[in-house]
């Protein structure tokens, strides 16, 4: 079993940069790919990025040129660098991970974190 803790959230004013953590632990051997997830009140959770153990990422349309998903495979840990915020980017993120790429871009896990909240205000 994995264990993932997220981190780096905060309060940020509009076109601001704020840099997630999620790092993991256990069972890391199984995992592959790893992504990060979105909720905002009211909406469903969303995908934000993915990254496999490769390199290879997908992004939301959303965030496409503003948001860098990264990982550090030594330390089981990745990152969401996330530059030119909007408000509707205020949201709760989350990460999670597995060994299938497809599950990760599907979203579809029983098991998530507490989060991190991101709010982007003036």
Not at 76 to 100: E, W
Request: hydrophobic letters at 35%.
């Amino acid at each position: 079993q994995v264990r993932l803790v997220e981190s780096g959230g905060g309060l940020v004013q509009p076109g601001g940069s704020l840099r997630l953590s999620c790092a993991a632990s256990g069972s890391i051997f199984s995992i592959n790919a790893m992504g990060w997830y979105r909720q905002a009140p009211g909406k469903e959770r969303e995908l934000v990025a993915a990254i496999t153990s490769g390199g290879s990422t997908n992004y939301a349309d959303s965030v496409k040129g503003r948001f860098t998903i990264s990982r550090n495979n030594a330390k089981n840990t990745v990152y969401l660098q996330m530059n030119s915020l909007k408000p509707q980017d205020t949201a709760v993120y989350y990460c999670n991970a597995d060994p299938s790429w497809s599950a990760v871009v599907d979203g579809h896990f029983q098991s998530w974190g507490q989060g991190t909240q991101v709010t982007v205000s003036s």
